[in-house]
């Protein structure tokens, strides 16, 4: 593109407001550039600690972190697991490993392999 050129729709956009589409551009890279993190309750000190820890350490690596707080609740956890696997996000944190809800749906352990997922817990 001849720099003429780029800079007049440098301009229009300016001039419009225009606001990029990210999942769009996402879908083009291939990469999202969000990491989500489930937690069972933001409120927690353990999990709003490691939440700030986390953005932080993604933010200076040009990405963003989603938070899903499911309120302890096994059906909320499913439910964001399964947007969660839509490859909507680059990785996934969970902080909701309970041995009763160790069991994520069939669907959710085909689209994460264990380079995108990582498991935390308090000790």
Do not use: W
């Amino acid at each position: 593109m001849a720099p003429e050129t780029r800079m007049k729709i440098e301009q229009a956009m300016k001039e419009l407001n225009y606001i990029s589409n990210e999942l769009a551009r996402s879908m083009f890279k291939q990469k999202a550039g969000i990491v989500a993190m489930l937690v069972p309750d933001i409120r927690h000190p353990y999990f709003s600690s490691l939440a700030r820890h986390i953005e932080d350490e993604l933010y200076k690596n040009d990405c963003k972190l989603m938070l899903c707080s499911t309120g302890d609740d096994p059906e909320r956890e499913k439910e964001y697991m399964k947007i969660l696997c839509s490859n909507i996000v680059d990785g996934v944190i969970m902080g909701v490993n309970n041995q009763k809800r160790n069991n994520y749906s069939e669907t959710s352990q085909k689209s994460l392999n264990p380079y995108q997922a990582v498991m935390v817990r308090r000790r």
